[in-house]
């Protein structure tokens, strides 16, 4: 009688392939977890690098050079404090803090009174009085234009985002463009600006940073 015998012996521990791979798989995803997130030096190399974006975004913003930068001082300190964020949306995620902490102090909103007024180009602030710059032209805005005209024409963010971004409807949003781009045609000179952030905001941001590390 020919019995075949068995391979192993039964008092052999049995180790699943599938276990073992599964295991890898969980840890493999582990380690892809904690590089794809960004972490304090990601944020703090953003800031860096785009600093003179995110102080003209700012500025445009808030039409005032100290709110402008407390914005991106507060803008960087919301990102080193917030929840985790992927490595890749970095940047947009910075741009996303900074505009939000412009929201907060300048708190634009589509008001009838405002509306009303917003044909009329309001005085620019102290630092622009004497200036023919593009950033001042923009600071002329009202304040809900102002911020409907850069989010979506400069920064190109959708009208349903600016929406969002300043709790209001798409309509809001594209009637106040129209009106800033009107006057913008009538008033001239270019769409853009670029302004230079101070040297305190760098220090201060590397000031966070250096606390962050």
Not at 47 to 69: C, E, G, I, N, V
Not at 90 to 115: C, D, G, H, L, Q
Not at 134 to 151: M, N, S
């Amino acid at each position: 009688m020919n019995c075949h015998q068995p391979m192993y012996s039964s008092t052999e521990p049995s180790f699943p392939m599938e276990r073992i791979m599964d295991r890898n798989l969980e840890k493999d995803n582990e380690r892809t977890k904690s590089v794809d997130y960004a972490i304090p030096a990601d944020f703090c190399q953003t800031f860096q690098d785009r600093l003179d974006h995110f102080y003209t975004l700012s500025l445009l913003l808030t039409a005032d050079p100290d709110k402008a930068s407390q914005c991106v001082v507060a803008g960087l300190e919301d990102c080193l404090q917030g929840n985790a964020v992927f490595r890749e949306w970095t940047e947009s995620w910075a741009k996303r803090m900074v505009i939000k902490n412009a929201i907060r102090i300048t708190t634009p909103s589509p008001s009838r009174n405002e509306t009303a007024t917003a044909a009329r180009p309001s005085e620019p602030p102290e630092a622009f009085l004497e200036s023919d710059s593009p950033a001042a032209a923009i600071t002329r805005l009202q304040p809900f234009e102002r911020f409907a005209y850069v989010l979506s024409v400069l920064e190109k963010y959708s009208d349903r985002e600016c929406a969002m971004l300043l709790d209001s409807t798409v309509g809001d949003i594209v009637n106040a463009r129209t009106r800033a781009l009107q006057w913008r045609a009538g008033a001239g000179g270019p769409n853009s600006a670029a302004e230079t952030a101070p040297a305190r905001v760098a220090a201060e941001l590397r000031q966070c940073c250096g606390e962050a590390s």
